[in-house]
């Protein structure tokens, strides 16, 4: 999505004259955006910039003297001209794409002023970036780092309707390209209609000036796109097609994304491969492209993606591994084929085959209704992670599955069942050495892999809490002792510490908090005890992710809250 119109073209048609009276305004312009150390100057020197902005934009100046204005623009200005500055900053890096202005978006950041302002734009700018990815990695990286900003830039303020719509647009998106199903994507893009009608509410509620108004028919092209999305998703799932030709247009035009909506360059490497993979695991799928490319009438621009999709289909039955998700039981699978091709006996192939099966899903098999919700939300949230793969995935599932276990049996409990090592958690003053002392014994006796040490030094500079390691890659665990209700915003000052260790390795981590309150009511349930953060640090572009839990402190036996 193009977030700005460019400038129209000043009034006068003199090109001589225009350039006379730029230059003769930029010195002035350029000493009312220099006056800016008091709120009472400082909304005239941003419109200042803002003019020069402008007339850089349509050609009237060169635009060297003003980057060089604007990425000496420091955090520790005046609030008020920052605030407009950051917007200023973020047009300026989509007009010309100059790098040394994300160092200035990431600078402003810090400012609470412009903090909102700056982490949109800064968002936008990596949004960009994503989009000229040339591999499906690096792209799925980029596009994650953007909507955290988005997230961030909402709760920073709520009202900003404009960062909900570029994260919702992201999400379905990436709820595509990994085989999400129907429902997920109907509730994505039911947000980002809902985000979109509000956004495009306020738009109307004011003018707004030319340089800052949205492409509305690049913004309809890419609400009519993803709108087919979850369709899409729907009838690649099945092995034909009532209305062949309908569906295989609306299709088509999916799959050739980055080439007919203007801006949309880099989402088709995210959304081709699972529709090649639908087309090359169903003969019925193919035999409707085929019967299309043989229709005489099948003309203009969507024939010539229709060709490259069956070429590309061509190529792909060559490959020896085949695009597309395999099935949660493909392992399990191969593994009984591989079996009977060596002539096991069948009470050996029961054996290893059940012993397969309760690797792979005993863990995730709790028959707990609200233990499966807290676990298979924060997975579908760690999906977009291009860490959270292969092994990676296995073990901090595994981890993730052991601390929703350890919160709910520190809730559930009594002071006879946890003994003295649970005594902390009815203390009036218990220390945070308590708390990790006994989550460290939870996991030595419930996790099958992994070294588990406490107080590692040698990481980020510091010294890890809790570390699991696994060879080559490692789980951190940071915790903290906070006296006082911990909510998800508390939790935030705490997220930036704990997502300092992931800094060398896998970006993937874990938040531990014990609350303590002088509770007269009940401690929260158990699934607003456990959720999902992310953030992008200042100074990086890659999403760091984390698992953060609470554990309630200072507890009190049932009869003892009643009033």
């Given at each position: 999505?193009?977030?700005?119109?460019?400038?129209?073209?000043?009034?006068?048609?003199?090109?001589?004259?225009?350039?006379?009276?730029?230059?003769?305004?930029?010195?002035?312009?350029?000493?009312?955006?220099?006056?800016?150390?008091?709120?009472?100057?400082?909304?005239?020197?941003?419109?200042?910039?803002?003019?020069?902005?402008?007339?850089?934009?349509?050609?009237?100046?060169?635009?060297?003297?003003?980057?060089?204005?604007?990425?000496?623009?420091?955090?520790?200005?005046?609030?008020?001209?920052?605030?407009?500055?950051?917007?200023?900053?973020?047009?300026?890096?989509?007009?010309?794409?100059?790098?040394?202005?994300?160092?200035?978006?990431?600078?402003?950041?810090?400012?609470?002023?412009?903090?909102?302002?700056?982490?949109?734009?800064?968002?936008?700018?990596?949004?960009?970036?994503?989009?000229?990815?040339?591999?499906?990695?690096?792209?799925?990286?980029?596009?994650?780092?953007?909507?955290?900003?988005?997230?961030?830039?909402?709760?920073?303020?709520?009202?900003?309707?404009?960062?909900?719509?570029?994260?919702?647009?992201?999400?379905?998106?990436?709820?595509?390209?990994?085989?999400?199903?129907?429902?997920?994507?109907q509730q994505a893009f039911h947000t980002l209609a809902n985000t979109a009608?509000?956004?495009?509410?306020?738009?109307?509620?004011?003018?707004?000036?030319?340089?800052?108004?949205?492409?509305?028919?690049?913004?309809?092209?890419?609400?009519?796109?993803?709108?087919?999305?979850?369709?899409?998703?729907?009838?690649?799932?099945?092995?034909?097609?009532?209305?062949?030709?309908?569906?295989?247009?609306?299709?088509?035009?999916?799959?050739?994304?980055?080439?007919?909506?203007?801006?949309?360059?880099?989402?088709?490497?995210?959304?081709?491969?699972?529709?090649?993979?639908?087309?090359?695991?169903?003969?019925?799928?193919?035999?409707?492209?085929?019967?299309?490319?043989?229709?005489?009438?099948?003309?203009?621009?969507?024939?010539?993606?229709?060709?490259?999709?069956?070429?590309?289909?061509?190529?792909?039955?060559?490959?020896?591994?085949?695009?597309?998700?395999?099935?949660?039981?493909?392992y399990i699978e191969k593994l009984q084929g591989v079996l009977n091709d060596?002539?096991?006996?069948?009470?050996?192939?029961?054996?290893?085959?059940?012993?397969?099966?309760?690797?792979?899903?005993?863990?995730?098999?709790?028959?707990?209704?609200?233990?499966?919700?807290?676990?298979?939300?924060?997975?579908?949230?760690?999906?977009?992670?291009?860490?959270?793969?292969?092994?990676?995935?296995?073990?901090?599932?595994?981890?993730?599955?052991?601390?929703?276990?350890?919160?709910?049996?520190?809730?559930?409990?009594?002071?006879?069942?946890?003994?003295?090592?649970?005594?902390?958690?009815?203390?009036?003053?218990?220390?945070?050495?308590?708390?990790?002392?006994?989550?460290?014994?939870?996991?030595?006796?419930?996790?099958?892999?992994?070294?588990?040490?406490?107080?590692?030094?040698?990481?980020?500079?510091?010294?890890?809490?809790?570390?699991?390691?696994?060879?080559?890659?490692?789980?951190?665990?940071?915790?903290?002792?906070?006296?006082?209700?911990?909510?998800?915003?508390?939790?935030?000052?705490?997220?930036?510490?704990?997502?300092?260790?992931?800094?060398?390795?896998?970006?993937?981590?874990?938040?531990?908090?014990?609350?303590?309150?002088?509770?007269?009511?009940?401690?929260?349930?158990?699934?607003?005890?456990?959720?999902?953060?992310?953030?992008?640090?200042?100074?990086?572009?890659?999403?760091?992710?984390?698992?953060?839990?609470?554990?309630?402190?200072?507890?009190?036996?049932?009869?003892?809250?009643?009033?």
């Amino acid at each position: 999505m193009i977030a700005y119109r460019p400038v129209r073209k000043m009034g006068t048609t003199s090109e001589v004259l225009r350039a006379r009276v730029g230059l003769r305004l930029i010195r002035s312009l350029e000493m009312q955006a220099a006056a800016r150390s008091d709120n009472r100057n400082s909304l005239i020197a941003a419109y200042a910039l803002e003019t020069w902005l402008r007339l850089a934009l349509g050609g009237v100046v060169t635009r060297f003297r003003l980057l060089s204005v604007l990425v000496e623009i420091e955090p520790e200005e005046n609030g008020i001209f920052l605030e407009h500055a950051a917007k200023i900053v973020g047009v300026a890096f989509h007009a010309w794409c100059d790098r040394d202005l994300l160092i200035v978006l990431e600078r402003l950041r810090r400012n609470p002023a412009a903090s909102g302002e700056a982490t949109f734009e800064y968002g936008n700018a990596l949004l960009s970036i994503a989009l000229d990815g040339s591999d499906q990695h690096s792209l799925m990286a980029g596009l994650e780092s953007a909507r955290t900003l988005f997230l961030e830039a909402d709760c920073i303020d709520p009202d900003r309707s404009d960062a909900k719509v570029y994260a919702a647009v992201i999400e379905v998106v990436q709820g595509f390209a990994r085989n999400a199903g129907e429902s997920d994507l109907q509730q994505a893009f039911h947000t980002l209609a809902n985000t979109a009608a509000d956004r495009a509410f306020l738009l109307s509620a004011d003018r707004l000036p030319d340089w800052l108004i949205p492409r509305w028919d690049r913004d309809v092209q890419w609400f009519e796109l993803l709108e087919y999305i979850p369709r899409i998703a729907v009838e690649l799932d099945r092995p034909s097609w009532l209305r062949a030709c309908e569906v295989l247009d609306r299709l088509l035009k999916v799959y050739d994304a980055d080439r007919t909506i203007a801006g949309g360059i880099g989402f088709g490497i995210l959304l081709r491969p699972r529709i090649e993979a639908s087309f090359v695991r169903s003969r019925g799928l193919l035999a409707h492209l085929d019967d299309r490319l043989r229709d005489p009438d099948f003309i203009g621009e969507y024939r010539d993606v229709a060709v490259t999709l069956r070429d590309r289909i061509s190529a792909i039955a060559t490959e020896p591994d085949l695009l597309g998700k395999q099935g949660e039981d493909t392992y399990i699978e191969k593994l009984q084929g591989v079996l009977n091709d060596i002539g096991a006996p069948d009470v050996f192939v029961d054996r290893v085959i059940g012993a397969a099966k309760d690797k792979l899903i005993s863990e995730s098999e709790m028959a707990n209704p609200v233990f499966q919700c807290i676990f298979r939300d924060i997975r579908s949230k760690l999906s977009d992670s291009p860490y959270y793969i292969g092994r990676f995935k296995e073990t901090f599932d595994r981890l993730v599955f052991q601390v929703i276990r350890f919160c709910m049996d520190r809730q559930d409990a009594t002071k006879k069942e946890l003994g003295d090592r649970g005594k902390y958690l009815f203390a009036k003053n218990p220390l945070e050495a308590d708390f990790q002392k006994d989550l460290r014994e939870f996991f030595v006796g419930n996790l099958t892999e992994g070294a588990i040490q406490t107080e590692l030094e040698g990481i980020a500079k510091g010294r890890a809490d809790i570390y699991i390691g696994h060879g080559d890659w490692r789980f951190l665990i940071e915790l903290k002792r906070h006296e006082g209700h911990v909510s998800r915003e508390v939790a935030r000052k705490y997220v930036g510490q704990a997502a300092s260790y992931q800094g060398t390795n896998v970006k993937l981590g874990m938040l531990g908090i014990l609350e303590l309150v002088d509770r007269t009511d009940l401690p929260s349930s158990v699934e607003d005890c456990i959720w999902y953060d992310s953030l992008v640090p200042e100074g990086d572009v890659t999403v760091r992710h984390l698992v953060v839990f609470k554990v309630p402190g200072r507890l009190k036996r049932p009869n003892e809250l009643s009033r």
